[in-house]
């Protein structure tokens, strides 16, 4: 399995999603390694992204391009005065995905995170021609995001692979009417998969065939 991660808003839990994937597929005996292009802000994204894949490749393969100030890539580099290294980024994920069975890689906030001024994850995903993931917080206002997002992702001649719901907030003492209702309207106007449904807090996940991280 080899995936692009993206998500429809920042702090959806892409990478929480995508460490979880990592380890349930190196769990079921696959070389599956973690990637996050870029890093903006703290660097934590990608230290779960090397621990899930056993540290198998270095913290700087797994994340190539660390920007330190908390935005999106493109203001990032403006606060920084720098040039975002695209070829560094491309030559890392083409190195990985030669040496390894599985990658999963997980963009920058949502589909359309400026990266440079004309540069976009979207584009950044194309390039890398994956079958995308869409990580979906699973609250009010999911369905719109998601319709979007995946609109979005075929509009680009990308196929959607699916969608990953995420329970982002512990349970409420009365039900959250739209997290209890989204997965059913999901999947009766999308012609998509649910990958996986992660409860809050969840710590591992069981893919489909056995192994389970």
Not at 79 to 94: C, G, H, K, S, V
Not at 104 to 124: H, K, M, Q, S
Not at 147 to 154: D, G
């Amino acid at each position: 399995m080899n995936l692009f991660l993206t998500g429809t808003d920042t702090n959806v839990g892409k990478t929480y999603a995508a460490a979880l994937l990592i380890r349930a597929l190196r769990a079921t005996g696959r070389d599956c390694v973690g990637m996050k292009p870029l890093c903006c802000g703290e660097r934590t994204d990608a230290d779960e992204l090397h621990a899930a894949s056993d540290r198998a490749i270095t913290l700087n393969d797994v994340n190539p391009v660390w920007l330190r100030p908390p935005a999106a890539p493109y203001t990032a580099a403006m606060i920084e005065n720098r040039q975002i290294d695209l070829a560094l980024i491309r030559e890392t994920f083409a190195r990985l995905r030669g040496a390894h069975e599985s990658i999963i890689v997980e963009g920058v906030g949502g589909w359309l995170v400026p990266i440079t001024r004309d540069y976009f994850v979207a584009d950044l995903a194309a390039e890398f021609a994956l079958p995308v993931a869409v990580v979906v917080a699973n609250r009010l206002g999911a369905l719109n995001h998601t319709l979007l997002t995946v609109q979005a992702i075929r509009a680009r001649g990308l196929k959607c692979a699916g969608l990953i719901l995420n329970h982002t907030q512990p349970p409420a003492e009365l039900p959250d009417l739209a997290a209890t209702t989204n997965r059913a309207v999901l999947e009766d106007l999308l012609d998509v998969p649910i990958l996986f449904e992660i409860a809050h807090g969840q710590a591992h996940i069981a893919l489909a065939g056995g192994g389970q991280a």
